[in-house]
Every structure is written in C-alpha cells, then in structure tokens.
C-alpha cells in the first residue's frame, strides 16, 4: 500500500473473520481504523492486537442492523477522526435453509445486517465524502450475488441487493470524486460456515482480507475472488433459467 493517500478508515463486522484481519491489515500501513461490531470484547482484541504492533484503532460498539446506531456511529467517527477516507460495509450474515423449512425470522436477520445495515454504513458516509469531494466505499457483496442459491436463497438475494446498490452509487458518486468498490469472495472459513466441511477452494480470513486490500489500492469498481469459483459463477449467471435451476436442483 505504499504511496496510498488513506488516513482513516471504518469497517463493520470487524470483532472477527475478514473484518477483523482487514482491519490488521489496514492498520499496518498507518491508517487509524474505527472497527465496529456488536461484541465489545472481541473489538477490544482486535483493537489490542492493533496498538500492539504500533497502529491507531478506534473500537466502536454497535448493532450494523440498527439502522440509526450504524449512521450515527459513522458520522461520529467521521467527525472525530476528521473525515472517513475508507468505509468498509463488511458485517455480513448467511443461514443456510432449504426454501421450505424457511422462518421470517431466518429473513428478518439476514436482511437486518445485509441489507439495512450495508446501506446505512455507507449512506451515513455519503455527505462527507461529497463534501470533501474524495472517498472510497467498499461493500462485501458475495459470489453468491450472480445467481440465486439453492438452500440460500434470502442470502443471494441480499448480496444481490448489495451488488446492485454499489453498482448505481458508483454511477452517481464518481463525478463527485467518490470511488465505489463491490467486492465478491468465494468460499472462506469463517465463524459464518462453522461446521461445514471442505469448501470449493476457500480462503482463509486473512487471505480474503488481503484480496480485498488489494481491491482498495487498485480502485477496481468489481472484485470477485477467487479467479476459478468467480468465472465459474459468471458464467452460471449467462445460463439460461431453465439450465440454471436442473444444474443447481441437481450438482447443487
């Protein structure tokens, strides 16, 4: 990240996995990092771990799916570490259900954190990015956002959402000066997945956390990793319906 302009940064979903080495990551190279999430012990590790090593980080206790805790934390912070260079929307959940063993209260989670809370930490953080007229919004969007998922349908959808809305805030904020990043990994071993066996080339939390810095640098608009399981689902997502839903019913 040598030669980077970023000063500060917020990543939610931060107390563990991809959030939690991301924000290691970011704090190597000297930006001060406001990490929040729901667990205030765990964001004290993570945040220890930071100082330990000479970093700067700001833990910031909050609930992402409480729409005006997230946009009133953000705007906090933005005020306070004079202006967000960085906002990561990483807090993300998945329940793996068959359609018909399906509960609202499955949905309501899922849409709780990555619906509503994606869209209000990066919201919060429009006005001044625009106002500043430089920024940089990054979502966790998911392989998943190509095509609907047997068994995680709600979860594509969400991610589907994600992906969409980062789509058109890259078209309205880049004449402001405002770069818009979609991030989309494949499989990684996270508290997300526990219990599951191998997964289709996954990724340790560390490793995601570097493609996505790498993403950040590159200023890159789409980002899906890894290379094989990416091309594999743009291409599921050029089927037509029918193929699609015998090849998921069946392989899937």
């Not at 969400?158 to 890259?170: D, Q, V």
Request: hydrophobic fraction near 50%.
């Amino acid at each position: 990240m040598a030669g980077h302009d970023l000063r500060t940064a917020f990543v939610t979903g931060a107390s563990v996995g991809i959030g939690a080495e991301l924000a290691k990551l970011l704090a190597r190279q000297g930006l001060h990092v406001a990490i929040a999430a729901r667990r205030e012990p765990e964001l004290a590790a993570v945040a220890a771990a930071i100082r330990a090593e000479g970093g700067h980080a700001t833990i910031v206790p909050v609930d992402v799916s409480d729409a005006a805790a997230i946009t009133a934390a953000v705007q906090r912070i933005d005020g306070e570490l004079g202006g967000l260079d960085l906002v990561v929307a990483n807090a993300g959940v998945a329940t793996q259900r068959h359609s018909a063993k399906l509960q609202w209260d499955d949905c309501a989670t899922m849409l709780g954190v990555n619906v509503i809370g994606a869209t209000a930490t990066l919201v919060a953080a429009i006005p001044g990015m625009v106002a500043r007229g430089r920024g940089h919004l990054v979502g966790v969007s998911s392989i998943a956002a190509y095509r609907g998922l047997p068994k995680l349908a709600v979860y594509s959808a969400s991610k589907a959402y994600l992906s969409a809305m980062l789509e058109g805030m890259r078209v309205d904020l880049g004449p402001k000066g405002i770069c818009v990043t979609d991030v989309r990994p494949g499989y990684v071993r996270t508290a997300m997945n526990e219990g599951a066996g191998k997964l289709p080339m996954e990724l340790q939390p560390v490793e995601a956390a570097q493609e996505i810095v790498d993403a950040i640098l590159a200023r890159k608009a789409v980002h899906a990793f890894p290379m094989p399981v990416a091309a594999a689902m743009r291409s599921a997502a050029a089927l037509p319906r029918g193929l699609w839903t015998a090849f998921a019913r069946k392989v899937m």
